[in-house]
């Protein structure tokens, strides 16, 4: 019974992070059934795989239900919503859940029919140069109508959302050692074709960096990938520059002139000096509850960071961004050291970039990828077992 409910809560936590079930779902009736799985969940996984869970992982949970309270006591009207407060909590339970039962090899195939789905639509997005879905930001993009501006959103509300979801599956294809190479191949061709739809910059460079990291620096010494990377930088950098600004079409803003001091990057640098020049009281450093906005404006600043410090509190927000990062370098364990740096690059710093942190999605689909891709692991080994005794005879 418990493994059916860890099974169908990582369904779940798949599904609901997934934007475009939001349009089509009935939200009174996916909230309850959310709501319920949570309070099942939580304390029957728990209860039964507890001893499973690190202490980081187990500190992670005590900060998170901390938290949770926090707001709950709150004096101001506006305060977390519970079911967003509990995915947390359930995230951290289902690692630790995993590491009992086994994730079935179907959510690798569910997995990557959503990553060619998503990638699919971004790019026929991109070559319609219409969005497909209603989502909360397609009117506010749409104002920038030039074709460089445009931007494909693929099964996600925002095209950063849909960059950085699809850098995380992409990063797992990267490293895994179970996935055929012509599939290899072809998945990572589409999932540079959808980057270049969802036309984020940040995601895109990062996406080139591992790329060119993985398949041509990734068996080099460091000493060689700093001598390399300096002759390309002082030969071929501006070259570089102006083939991008030549074939604009291609690279989208990436491409534009100033590209690295626009409104869009300031903004991201502004945004420490917003934070840190806000009034804070006692409660706001205690008890969080804050958004942080642009001055004169309802946009919040982007940095995922700095809003969910503000948003949990100094010493939980500090804490949860901390543990996040040290659960996800844990869960990798058994790869080396050059494949973790490529999913935690492609997952944490594509998300730190923008505010997409302060989101369910990256951890959750950090968490999916992860089981997905190692079920195909786990399905051999269990082969393997199961096959041993008999050949022993």
Request: hydrophobic share 50%; charged share 15%; with cysteine.
């Amino acid at each position: 019974m418990t493994k059916k409910i860890f099974v169908f809560s990582l369904i779940l936590i798949f599904a609901i992070n997934i934007s475009y079930l939001n349009l089509v779902w009935d939200v009174k009736y996916i909230g309850w059934l959310i709501n319920v799985t949570y309070l099942m969940g939580i304390p029957l996984l728990l209860s039964s795989t507890y001893k499973k869970g690190n202490k980081v992982e187990r500190l992670y949970i005590g900060v998170m239900f901390f938290g949770m309270i926090l707001h709950a006591i709150l004096p101001e009207k506006e305060k977390y919503p519970v079911t967003d407060a509990l995915q947390w909590i359930f995230l951290a339970v289902i690692v630790i859940a995993s590491r009992k039962y086994y994730t079935p090899r179907f959510m690798f195939y569910i997995l990557i029919a959503f990553f060619i789905s998503h990638c699919v639509l971004a790019v026929i997005e991109y070559k319609m140069q219409m969005n497909l879905f209603d989502y909360s930001y397609v009117a506010k993009f749409n104002e920038f109508s030039a074709k460089m501006d445009f931007r494909a959103f693929g099964l996600m509300e925002h095209p950063l959302y849909s960059a950085n979801v699809t850098l995380i599956i992409m990063s797992f294809i990267m490293i895994s050692k179970d996935i055929n190479w012509v599939l290899k191949i072809l998945l990572l061709l589409l999932g540079s074709l959808a980057m270049i739809s969802f036309n984020s910059r940040t995601a895109t460079i990062i996406l080139g960096c591992l790329l060119i990291y993985r398949y041509v620096l990734y068996n080099l010494k460091p000493i060689y990938i700093i001598v390399l990377g300096t002759l390309v930088y002082t030969l071929f950098l501006n070259d570089f520059t102006y083939f991008i600004q030549q074939n604009s079409n291609i690279f989208g803003r990436l491409a534009e002139k100033n590209n690295l001091t626009d409104d869009s990057s300031l903004t991201r640098l502004m945004s420490y000096f917003f934070f840190w020049n806000e009034r804070w009281s006692f409660q706001d450093i205690v008890f969080g509850g804050r958004t942080i906005y642009m001055p004169g404006t309802e946009v919040s600043i982007e940095n995922g960071i700095l809003l969910t410090i503000a948003w949990w509190g100094w010493i939980v927000g500090v804490l949860k961004v901390i543990l996040e990062l040290i659960i996800s370098y844990l869960c990798l364990k058994k790869y080396n050291i050059k494949d973790k740096l490529i999913v935690m690059i492609a997952c944490w710093v594509t998300a730190f970039a923008n505010n997409n942190s302060i989101n369910t999605f990256v951890f959750a689909f950090f968490i999916v990828s992860f089981l997905s891709i190692n079920s195909l692991a786990n399905n051999k080994y269990n082969k393997v077992k199961k096959l041993s005794p008999i050949l022993e005879k």
